[in-house]
């Protein structure tokens, strides 16, 4: 276990960290069982961040995918906050898979900004078109990511940023602790609980949310490339994972550990009420429109 005082330093052996200060907290665990920062508001100086990046010419790509409905739906409210609040000092590409590319929405973008579009096939049910993110992002990490961006963060697009979600976020491979659980028991995380499938776990450290995802191109070309492949068993032996990507997703993090790892602050719910260690919220759930989008 990692224990720390309230001010104390953590100590980090990566190279752009080892010249950062993260400072632990008193209310809320800081530090993982394996010596991975967990990040909160009030444990870093924003701006020593972001010159430390600069200097280290760290540049960012952002994964969406907003396919059928889910472009109108959500793509225009999310790109325009992203602009606002996501990696604002950084150089960013944005990847916007959709099977509908001329709906696309023309937002004017920052300096240094950039968006492209990569088409997809619609797959017809809707766990498909979630779990098949884990191959098209491979695939883009390998033919186009990999010579643009050192760092690559993948989202679900029915959110909004509403908060500094800045260059503290980056790291070797990051997950997200998902708001629902991580002041809950482990019992009553939501892995997959069938032996059957390849996503099967009994015991974990947290459990991740599949909204956020991040890392190096090499270590996110990684873990979607295991994701996909253990997806791609399921469905051969016909089980599907109770969370589907997301349930993979937590077993390769139990496997392979995050070196960075991002609290709540990172993908909040507003039907969560008041948390006295929350102190501000980044990126908040959009509004879930069932009724009109999950009509399949
Ligand atoms: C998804 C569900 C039902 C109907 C449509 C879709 C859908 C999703 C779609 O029509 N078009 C589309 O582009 N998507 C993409 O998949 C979009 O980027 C969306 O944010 C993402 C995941 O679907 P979402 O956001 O509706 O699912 P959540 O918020 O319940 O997501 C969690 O669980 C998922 C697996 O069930 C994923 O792991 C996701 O990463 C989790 O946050
Ligand atoms: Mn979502």
Redesign the pocket.
């Known amino acids: 276990r990692c224990h720390l005082a309230p001010g104390e330093k953590l100590k980090l052996g990566n190279s752009i960290d080892a010249s950062l200060d993260l400072w632990s907290r008193g209310d809320v665990q800081t530090c993982t069982d394996w010596g991975a920062p967990v990040i909160w508001d009030g444990m870093f100086d924003p701006d020593h961040y972001d010159q430390e990046h600069r200097r280290n010419h760290s540049s960012v790509s952002l994964t969406?995918?907003?396919?059928?409905?889910?472009?109108d739906a959500?793509l225009e409210a999310f790109l325009l906050s992203a602009e606002r609040h996501f990696m604002v000092a950084l150089p960013v590409t944005y990847y916007v898979?959709?099977d509908v590319p001329e709906r696309v929405p023309n937002i004017h973008l920052g300096p240094g900004r950039s968006l492209k579009v990569v088409r997809v096939q619609?797959h017809s049910r809707?766990?498909d078109?979630?779990?098949m993110?884990m191959r098209a992002i491979a695939d883009a990490i390998e033919s186009q990511i990999r010579r643009y961006s050192r760092y690559i963060f993948c989202?679900?697009?029915?959110?909004v940023f509403v908060g500094r979600f800045g260059s503290e976020a980056l790291g070797d491979s990051v997950a997200l602790l998902h708001a629902y659980y991580y002041h809950r028991p482990q019992s009553l995380y939501t892995y997959d609980r069938n032996p059957r499938s390849r996503a099967y776990m009994e015991t974990g450290d947290f459990y991740y949310?599949?909204?956020?995802f991040g890392g190096s191109w090499q270590n996110v070309k990684n873990m979607t490339e295991t994701c996909y492949q253990t997806i791609m068993e399921d469905k051969e032996n016909q089980v599907e994972a109770l969370?589907?990507?997301?349930?993979h997703?937590n077993k390769y993090l139990w496997l392979h550990k995050p070196s960075r790892v991002l609290s709540p602050e990172y993908?909040w719910s507003s039907d969560i009420g008041y948390r006295g260690d929350m102190h501000v919220t980044r990126l908040l759930?959009a509004k879930?429109k069932?009724d009109t989008?999950?009509i399949?």
């Open positions: 969406v995918f907003a396919v059928g409905r889910y472009l959500y898979f959709t619609r809707w766990q078109i979630s779990m993110r989202f679900d697009v029915d959110q949310h599949a909204a956020v969370w589907h990507d997301e349930s997703l993908c759930w879930k069932y989008l999950r399949t």
